[in-house]
């Protein structure tokens, strides 16, 4: 005679695993969300589920979430493959740069400008050092993640050319931080061009900051915060008045109107929040949201003049990103402008039209302001021979096809 029974649970086997693969699928955690989400769900009992769906819509329903599974890493292998063959299609280019970036005589590589591993920044400096020159700050991109502060070798070189010296600042990735100790180590790099670059040739009144995708989210958030502090009268070291414009690069201004879109694109919402410190963060480094407040209207007036760049082939972030902050700033009184490249894509400003050499409109716009005040300048610009090619047409070609941003 048996003296006990087994209970029978009151929540099925498939039922659990349901729950964890779903809900696991939904967030994208993918294998380690699993493992962290069975250790919960295997406990779950309530009798109001016992009955609550039929074996076979249950068995359907972990089949279909088993598919979302498949389907997110399927979507992350065949990205990685693109960025693996976008990569090589461009190694001819990315070789020759690296040549630079490693042995030319006008790169300072790692100046250190602060007390973390990453503050460090790399200076190009053009061969020509009769006179203080102008100095354009750049911030790079990455997706908070990758960024580093080599990405802007190609753009520091070409610059450099024209006798503009080039800072390209390095700052903690997620996750060895979150958006706001990137915003700290941007604006402390910044403070040190500011208060340093006239010992490597730079004029201090003539600096523009610059930044590239998550670069120029992180930047213009920097300026944001910068401009509140000095409205406000508290301690600053560096001045918005040193800051002679802005130019955002591909970037993205207000994060709730694209986590979802990051989402699609494979940055999962759960590490976007990670990065941005919640759904509060998202909104406190809205550089979008933030103008908007009436309590700092003040330091909106402080803002140099703002003026965005997008392709409008942009599938990273839209172009239409831009758009709207620029709208916005206007509204607010600010001084803005957006370019607009039609058919470029996040990549092509930046990186495919550089390798290609010769002309290029965004590099000649850029120039072209910088040293609007300049004749002389100017006149060396007029006379500069093309830029050279740094891969073969085709392989741009390729690489556009194939491109996973």
Known sequence: MKLWKRR?????????????????????????????????????????????????????????????LAISGYRWITRLLALALYAMLLMPGFLQVAYDYFFSSQVRRSVVYGDQ?????????????????????FVTGGAWIIGYKA????????????????????YRNFPQGTISDMVNDVSQGIAFICNNIVEFGGDPNKIYLMGQSAGAHVSACALLQQAVKESRGESISWSMSQINAYFGLSGGYNLLKLVDHFHGRGLYRSIFLSIMEGEKGMEQFSPEIIVQN????????????????????????????????VDTLRK????????????KTHTDLFLQDPLRGGKDEFFDYLIGFIHANDKEA??????????RRFVPEILLRLAGKVSPF
């Open 8 to 68: 029978k649970p009151l929540v099925s086997l498939e039922f659990r695993v349901y729950l964890v693969v779903f809900r696991a699928s939904r967030g994208g955690g993918g294998l380690a969300t699993i493992r962290r989400r069975w250790g919960l769900y295997r406990v779950v009992s309530s009798s109001a589920v016992r009955s609550a769906m039929p074996r076979r819509r249950l068995i359907c329903s972990l089949a279909s979430a088993s598919s979302c």
């Open 117 to 137: 591993p990453r503050n460090r920044l790399d200076l190009y400096l053009p061969t020509n050092s009769d006179e203080l020159k102008p100095v354009v700050i």
């Open 151 to 170: 990405w802007g070798s190609l753009l520091g070189l070409h610059l450099a050319e024209r006798d503009i010296i080039v800072a390209c600042i390095d």
């Open 294 to 325: 009436p309590g700092i209207s003040s330091a909106v007036s402080l803002l140099p003049r703002i003026i965005l760049f997008h392709g409008t082939s942009d599938y990273s972030i839209p172009s239409h990103a831009s758009k709207i902050f």
């Open 332 to 343: 607010v009184g600010a001084e803005a402008d957006l370019i607009l490249y039609d058919g």
């Open 378 to 387: 100017l006149a060396k610009d007029a006379m500069a021979p093309p830029r």
